[in-house]
Nanobody, 124 residues
Framework: QVQLVESGGGLVQAGGSLRLSCAAS????????VGWFRQPPGKEREFVAG????????YYEDSVKGRFSISRDNAKSTVYLQMNSLKPEDTAIYYC?????????????????WGQGTQVTVSS
């Protein structure tokens, strides 16, 4: 079993930065791909970024490419999402999730373990 806890959300002005952390418990975590998803107010949940088990494969949704960076430290059982040049449209609840897969999926339904989410609010 894997449990995930996100942290690092908050209120930031447009153009600012935040770093989200996803801390995991469970031995299997280091072998699982991890994704960050977000759910803006009144909208569907969407894929933001994903990283494979080794950390050497990164995937991003088009709107965050060049601004967000995902990384992981398996020794600390933690995945990070560095978010720079934030925009008001990045406002959402951000979730991390882990999947019992051998690849990074962009579909939320493929993920088995989810955190509780952390709120990110970007003011204009």
């Amino acid at each position: 079993q894997v449990q995930l806890v996100e942290s690092g959300g908050g209120l930031v002005q447009a153009g600012g930065s935040l770093r989200l952390s996803c801390a995991a418990s469970g031995r299997a975590f280091s072998s699982l791909p991890v994704g960050w998803f977000r759910q803006p107010p009144g909208k569907e949940r969407e894929f933001v970024a994903g990283v494979n088990w080794s950390g050497r494969g990164e995937y991003y949704e088009d709107s965050v490419k060049g601004r967000f960076s995902i990384s992981r430290d398996n020794a600390k059982s933690t995945v990070y999402l560095q978010m720079n040049s934030l925009k008001p449209e990045d406002t959402a609840i951000y979730y991390c999730a882990a999947a019992r897969l051998s690849y990074v999926s962009t579909r939320g339904g493929d993920y088995n373990y989810w955190g509780q989410g952390t709120q990110v609010t970007v003011s204009s």
